[in-house]
């Protein structure tokens, strides 16, 4: 079950981050600027908009393994209009369709584990669930890479279709049916409040990296996320069952692995966007040989995968998770100090790092979330989860772009080439913030899924 889940969040992240390398190609193909083409991926982020937050209540009304069914027919149906997309409209629509698809697909397979596995095995599942989501976005590029110049850009999508029919078969053998027998109302106009307000966030971000227009666009959009957000809580405060409720930040672990996963999300992105952008306009590097070095991080989390249920079991969520926080940080800071004549095998050594401290933090990060949230609250609480994701992911992408760009224009001129290396001290801050929050959990914080025993261990020692 955690394969099949793992597999479909695999498909959704490379199936993003493939479509990065595969835009010139696709320019060329329509006979359009390459910035032109950035809206197959804006117009994804508003797919997921729209139904990330609602992605919980379908599966309470449907039932998870209908939903997610349906989830990857669209997603395949998109794929397919990629594919066949005869010009950049036409594929700009195919993209929504995915990101309609992908809204749900991803947070109802975290709601299949979470629903079907039982506490005590779900840090095992849920490294499985992670270690995808690491290897998802770096293998990416160099699957687009490959798969552009050695076929088309198109195969980017068709890729897809084989593995997703396999998924929808293996999803009716082994995912059984579950469905709440008397859901609650859809909140409707909750949902249109907290579309528009990520829309205007996503999009607002990221128009607000260009010049020019796009700039005073963006400070437009940007009104719709707090006017929305202020009416989307005061309208949650009204009804009885809200899409996106707020109610369960009142569970400790919840919150904290909320609030910290923010900063570690925010720093994440900022990497995602920073590295390979460092090696190919700083260092030399081509396309694929950035892809080949930033590969190295899923290693180093495949290894790492199968020491994390242990460690969470001998020393606690608290002690692991604060620790491991502090790799991000260190991840950042070092890479703002390096150069090549330290040799690539420095930057490899560093990255193998960065990516099981990755997989360790954000192992934590998934499972004590919602390790004391009550069963008939698990679907509310993966659709906030997974939008408050999405959302620092996005802002952290943002932020990389906002301070690359306002360092060219603050630093005065023999001081710009620095700003890559400030960028990456800016992440790693933001990162830092993650720690004070997590030394707030409790030392038997999420024990029931983690096996640990804080009193037993203390009793050892002495």
Known sequence: MALIVS????????????????????????????????????????????????????????????????????????????????????????????????AMMVPVGRLVILQNVPKSELMSAMAWVMLTATIGPMAGPVLGGVLTSLLSWRWVFYINIPLGLLAIGLIGRFIPQVRMPHPPPFDLRGNVWCALALAGLIFGLELLTHSGTARIMACALLVLPPVCSVAYIRHAGRVAHPVLDLSLLRVSTFRISVIAGACTRIATGGII??????????????????????????????????????????????AVMCASSLTLPCVCLLLALYNPAMGTAVLLALLAVHGTGQTTVYTGYNTIAYADMPPARMGAATSLYSTAQQVMLTLGICFAAGGLTSARLVLPPSLQAQDYRLTFILCGLVAMIALPVLLRLSPNAGAAVSGHDHTATQKDRL
């Open 7 to 102: 597999s479909l969040m695999m498909m959704e992240q490379i199936d993003g981050t493939a479509l990065t390398t595969a835009l010139p190609a696709m320019a060329a193909d329509f006979h359009v600027d390459i910035p032109q083409t950035s809206i197959t991926l804006t117009v994804y982020m508003l797919g997921l908009a729209a139904l990330i937050p609602a992605s919980g209540r379908i599966a309470e009304r449907f039932g998870n393994r209908v939903t997610l069914r349906w989830a990857i027919v669209v997603f395949l149906g998109g794929s397919l209009l990629g594919g066949l997309a005869p010009n950049l409209p036409v594929l700009a629509l195919a993209r929504l369709v995915q990101g309609l698809g992908g």
């Open 273 to 318: 966007f920073l590295l390979p952008s460092l090696l190919q306009t700083r260092f030399g590097a081509s396309a694929a040989q950035s892809g080949l070095i930033t590969f190295i991080a899923p290693m180093g989390a495949l290894v790492m995968r199968f020491a994390t249920p242990s460690l969470y079991r001998a020393r606690g969520y608290r």
